[in-house]
């Protein structure tokens, strides 16, 4: 679904340049577990693909049990890095303390929420966010169910609901922006904190409606209308490069992050993943369809990087 890219040569001089230059020590053997935010996923999943051409002896896996599952495991030390598309909650904080687990939260891309409706869909051009949060507050549920309901002109036909599970980043944010409370939605809809079977609902439903990164929007033009969206500022927006960046695409746009276990980043493979990780991030982000950070947000990320990796022991291979 999303690009294959080839960055073996940077990978290996980034991998180089981590363990000192030499040739030997490039060769490194372990396992790295990331799981977490289905829409963090494409980018983990590609950057992983790259990693394990160059380096055979990591075994990379990348999960995708959305950002509320990943944090489940990545608290327990059950994965080394988790994908999230929010910042960690104040009760995942406490799990973690209080199974010794420290980590630090990196910010590697941009995305903007895409709303989307099936191509047959002739009659949605645009949608406020008073109308969205119309659709999706939890008193909508059993009420609306038409799209007239949204705006008499419409026609008197159902409306079909596609979101994220209540376990993904992407619900607590788009509730908290659009029904005004994290959590606060309608439970009648397909709920999935897979994204592709989002698209694929939507994709096959003419009354379909849904929302989800923009990447999954951007690999399925040909299957999705994206629908532009009012702030209440009279312009209509669609997420694009410069519109998450300018923040014009308001409220729906929002920061991705990895969150890296400190006991694994003292693991020499793990440490060459993710300086890579921030090393091509900017390129990778944009290919996949995200959006890049400022170039002084990529340093200020490095920088906590090697500070944090500089405190750690490091384990021998």
């Given at each position: 679904m999303f690009k294959k890219l080839n960055y073996s040569a940077v990978l290996a001089t980034v991998i180089l340049a981590s363990c000192g230059g030499g040739a030997k020590e490039s060769k490194l053997t372990g396992t790295?577990?990331?799981?977490?935010?289905?829409?963090?996923?494409?980018?983990?999943?590609a950057m992983a693909e790259e990693f394990r051409a160059v380096q055979p002896g990591v075994d990379v896996t990348v999960g995708e049990s959305g950002t509320g599952g990943g944090f489940k495991k990545f608290t327990r030390s059950?994965?080394?890095?988790?994908?999230?598309?929010r910042p960690i909650k104040d009760?995942?904080?406490?799990?973690?303390?209080?199974?010794?687990?420290?980590?630090?939260?990196?910010?590697?891309?941009?995305?903007?929420?895409?709303?989307?409706?099936?191509?047959?869909?002739?009659?949605?051009?645009?949608?406020?966010?008073s109308e969205l949060k119309m659709i999706w507050e939890p008193a909508a549920q059993n009420?609306?169910?038409?799209?007239?309901?949204?705006?008499?002109?419409?026609?008197a036909e159902e409306i079909h609901l596609y979101g994220a599970g209540t376990a993904?980043?992407?619900?607590?944010?788009?509730?908290?922006?659009?029904?005004?409370?994290?959590?606060?939605?309608?439970?009648?809809?397909?709920?999935s904190e897979n994204d592709n079977?989002?698209?694929?609902?939507?994709?096959?439903?003419?009354?379909?409606?849904?929302?989800?990164?923009?990447?999954?929007?951007?690999?399925?033009?040909?299957?999705?209308?994206?629908?532009?969206?009012?702030?209440?500022?009279?312009?209509?927006?669609?997420?694009?490069?410069?519109?998450?960046?300018?923040?014009?695409?308001?409220?729906?746009?929002?920061?991705?992050?990895?969150?890296?276990?400190?006991?694994?980043?003292s693991k020499p493979e793990v440490k060459a993943f993710i300086d890579f990780y921030l090393e091509q991030a900017a390129t990778l982000s944009k290919e996949v369809g995200y959006v890049p950070c400022e170039q002084q947000i990529y340093d200020a990320q490095k920088q906590k990087l090697q500070e944090s990796a500089a405190s750690l022991p490091t384990e021998k291979k």
């Open positions: 790295i577990a990331i799981d977490g935010s289905s829409t963090v996923f494409p980018i983990s999943e059950e994965i080394d890095i988790c994908d999230a598309s009760s995942e904080m406490k799990d973690a303390a209080a199974n010794n687990v420290n980590y630090l939260e990196l910010e590697i891309a941009y995305d903007g929420l895409a709303v989307v409706v099936n191509p047959q869909n002739t009659w949605v051009d645009k949608l406020t966010v009420t609306i169910k038409m799209w007239n309901q949204i705006r008499p002109e419409w026609p993904s980043g992407t619900y607590d944010y788009f509730t908290e922006e659009i029904c005004g409370e994290k959590g606060a939605s309608r439970g009648d809809y397909t709920a079977q989002l698209v694929t609902g939507v994709a096959g439903d003419k009354g379909g409606l849904g929302y989800f990164g923009m990447a999954y929007y951007e690999n399925n033009k040909d299957k999705l209308k994206i629908v532009p969206i009012d702030n209440g500022s009279g312009n209509a927006v669609i997420p694009t490069n410069e519109t998450v960046l300018n923040k014009s695409y308001s409220p729906l746009s929002r920061p991705l992050y990895i969150y890296i276990n400190l006991n694994a980043l």
